[in-house]
């Protein structure tokens, strides 16, 4: 059935194995390890992490990070990369497009399914202008998915967190509606949604009805909460920045419906992995507390899957 993991970037000062081990050690079956280029100088909070680097993907460290998965009983459940593939600075845009043609690329030696990233969005323009850059540059991206029989798996964040992310924030795959329009421009399967429930609460949706929507395009899974402040919203507004009256939080903490979600799951027969994304700032201040949130996470979860 399900196969619960965490997401890599959490554990951002470990190294690839000290990651696969804390797995093992703790009952998870799964990890989505972060793929940053080596040389990232991108600070951006959970940005820059590289567990595995693409770029170094020789016969030797594919055997090695297969032989480590072997011996530990925990499997990757997808390479995830997320910044801007449609940043206004056409320079930097044209790297994080390359940099996941790469990712796609060592998936595919590595033998792991999916690949998870934005698609990414010029913050100052419009949806429907932001669809005609997603329709000239993402179908080269999808072709090369294709010819390696990768997924994609696009997460719904909707990448508006800071004032310079004003106001469209930087990934376009945020709605339902947008979802069909990019599904139409680029009808391929191996097009789909790394879909995380906590960004719909924010933004007021029903956080279940996708799956039951798009569960032939559900590739991968984010397991985050996120807590809505009535009484902040009540001062500032929607159109105020999101963190201004939301804040992410562990799988329990905040409003996210789970039981409604792992029904819908299961409804569907979804059958992929299910990762823990931990972004809660109230377990930052040490290692400790950063392993304390994922276990934490883990326990709440377990009633709804078997470790």
């Given at each position: 059935?399900?196969?619960?993991?965490?997401?890599?970037?959490?554990?951002?000062?470990?190294?690839?194995?000290?990651?696969?081990?804390?797995?093992?050690?703790?009952?998870?079956?799964?990890?989505?390890?972060?793929?940053?280029?080596?040389?990232?100088?991108?600070?951006?909070?959970?940005?820059?992490?590289?567990?595995?680097?693409?770029?170094?993907?020789?016969?030797?460290?594919?055997?090695?990070?297969?032989?480590?998965?072997?011996?530990?009983?925990?499997?990757?459940?997808g390479?995830?990369?997320?910044?801007?593939?449609?940043?206004?600075?056409?320079?930097?845009?044209?790297?994080?497009?390359?940099?996941?043609?790469?990712?796609?690329?060592?998936?595919?030696?590595?033998?792991?399914?999916?690949?998870?990233?934005?698609?990414?969005?010029?913050?100052?323009k419009?949806?429907?202008?932001?669809?005609?850059?997603?329709?000239?540059?993402?179908?080269?991206?999808?072709?090369?998915a294709?010819?390696?029989?990768?997924?994609?798996?696009?997460?719904?964040?909707?990448?508006?967190?800071?004032?310079?992310?004003?106001?469209?924030?930087?990934?376009?795959?945020?709605?339902?509606?947008?979802?069909?329009?990019?599904?139409?421009?680029?009808?391929?399967?191996?097009?789909?949604?790394?879909?995380?429930?906590?960004?719909?609460?924010?933004?007021?949706?029903?956080?279940?009805?996708?799956i039951y929507?798009?569960?032939?395009?559900?590739?991968?899974?984010?397991l985050?909460?996120?807590?809505?402040y009535?009484?902040?919203?009540?001062?500032?507004?929607?159109?105020?920045?999101?963190?201004?009256?939301?804040?992410?939080?562990?799988?329990?903490?905040?409003?996210?419906?789970?039981?409604?979600?792992?029904?819908?799951?299961?409804?569907?027969?979804?059958?992929?992995?299910?990762?823990?994304?931990?972004?809660?700032k109230?377990?930052?201040?040490?290692?400790?507390?950063?392993?304390?949130?994922?276990?934490?996470?883990?326990?709440?979860?377990?009633?709804?899957?078997?470790?």
């Open positions: 059935m399900l196969k619960l993991g965490f997401v890599s970037a959490i554990l951002a000062d470990n190294s690839f194995n000290e990651v696969i081990d804390f797995a093992a050690a703790n009952r998870f079956a799964c990890v989505e390890v972060m793929c940053w280029p080596r040389d990232n100088s991108d600070t951006r909070r959970y940005a820059g992490v590289s567990h595995i680097d693409v770029n170094a993907l020789d016969a030797t460290a594919i055997s090695q990070i297969q032989q480590k998965c072997k011996e530990s009983g925990v499997f990757i459940s390479l995830g990369y997320y910044p801007n593939p449609l940043d206004p600075d056409t320079a930097k845009a044209e790297f994080y497009r390359e940099h996941i043609k790469q990712i796609i690329r060592g998936a595919a030696k590595l033998g792991i399914p999916v690949v998870n990233t934005f698609i990414g969005r010029d913050p100052q419009s949806i429907a202008d932001n669809l005609k850059t997603f329709a000239e540059v993402w179908p080269a991206i999808i072709k090369v294709e010819e390696n029989n990768i997924k994609i798996g696009i997460e719904n964040c909707p990448m508006f967190f800071t004032n310079d992310e004003w106001p469209g924030g930087k990934n376009l795959a945020t709605t339902p509606a947008i979802w069909d329009r990019m599904f139409e421009i680029i009808p391929s399967e191996a097009l789909g949604l790394n879909y995380d429930p906590s960004h719909m609460i924010w933004q007021m949706m029903d956080e279940t009805r996708p929507d798009y569960k032939h395009r559900l590739h991968h899974i984010h985050k909460d996120a807590k809505l009535r009484d902040k919203l009540n001062r500032v507004g929607i159109m105020a920045n999101p963190l201004e009256y939301h804040s992410p939080k562990l799988p329990g903490l905040g409003d996210v419906n789970w039981r409604g979600f792992f029904a819908a799951l299961t409804d569907v027969r979804y059958r992929g992995p299910v990762c823990i994304e931990v972004e809660d109230a377990y930052e201040g040490s290692d400790e507390d950063v392993k304390e949130a994922i276990l934490t996470s883990r326990n709440y979860l377990s009633q709804f899957l078997v470790l």
